[in-house]
């Protein structure tokens, strides 16, 4: 996944815009000569994985295009304490406005991809993946969603005209599971995928009698989404949320699911601690 300029500038420009205020960084205009420029490193205090070094990059560029970032690592890597993941070289002025704005989206965005690639791992070779939800920060949704790819993750809906998901609000407003379902096809277009979240077995059946594209197989216990997965028998996709943490993941895929999906990956996921240290002066 490749997300282009035009989505991850806007973002990141709000940002810059936030920490400049009406002023400008007026320390670094203060203590720094104007013609200095340095070489500083983006070096990495935990293992992890990054993420988000097109955002890191452009928070230095939109400050002074004459900076220079030299990536040693693509987003998506692994790696441990001590890694440097980028030289930045030009004004010395620019560098240190930029460094918090870059420094927040890289070590956000690696945080994210680092809990995902844990969650991907507790879950290798039972063949359901990981998928985030619309659970993210105001704003930059597309660039979490991202880091959840680096991470080794999938992508559940980007925005509320991505697909049909009936959840138990929809269903007590409509009336029930099959007036629900009715209303959805009759209304949707063709091209529109239709899932319903159920949280009972008997729920569940009731789907399968209606039919749907996929299920979300709600706070389900292991041994339910075993008889969930059974009785959808494979005429449906399958997806199981509420509550999943790295410990239980293994146990729910286990289970048969095609997919788990989890909200704290965006929502919680602490940051991955980077920071950046000035390395020499630079010609």
């Known amino acids: 996944m490749i997300l282009p300029r035009l989505i991850i500038e806007p973002a990141v420009r709000r940002a810059l815009e936030e920490d400049l205020g009406l002023a400008g960084d007026i320390t670094a205009n203060a203590v720094i000569p104007a013609g200095h420029r340095s070489t500083v490193v983006m070096a990495v205090r935990k293992p992890g994985v990054i993420a988000g070094l097109d955002a890191a990059e452009l928070a230095f560029t939109l400050v002074d295009p004459t900076i220079v970032m030299t990536r040693h690592v693509e987003d998506g890597a ?20 930029g460094e918090r704005t870059a420094l927040n989206f890289l070590s956000h965005l690696s ?27 105001p704003g930059i949704r597309a660039l979490e969603k991202y880091a959840v790819k680096a991470g080794g993750g999938g992508n559940h809906r980007f925005s509320l005209a991505d697909a049909v998901l009936i959840k138990d609000n929809h269903i007590a407003i409509a009336g029930g599971i099959k007036p629900a379902l009715q209303a959805a096809r009759k209304n949707a277009g063709h091209m529109v995928k239709i899932e319903i979240e159920v949280d009972t077995l008997d729920q569940l059946r009731a789907v399968m009698e209606e039919g ?7 706070n389900m216990s292991p041994e339910t989404l075993r008889e969930a997965v059974a009785i959808v028998a494979g005429r449906a996709v399958t997806e199981a949320s509420g509550g999943i943490t790295p410990e239980t993941a293994g146990v729910v895929a286990a289970a048969g699911v095609d997919l788990i999906s989890i909200g704290w990956l965006t929502h919680s996921a ?14």
């Open 212 to 218: 749907a594209d996929a299920v979300l197989l709600d």
């Open 270 to 283: 602490p940051v991955l601690d980077i920071g950046l240290d000035y390395q020499s002066a630079a010609a």
């Open 78 to 97: 692994a790696v441990k304490a001590g890694d440097v993941v980028a030289t930045v070289t030009g004004p010395s002025r620019g560098l240190l406005t």
């Open 111 to 137: 945080g994210i991809a680092t809990v995902t690639a844990g969650v991907v791992d507790a879950v290798s070779g039972t063949g359901a993946a990981i998928v985030c939800t619309r659970k993210t920060t």
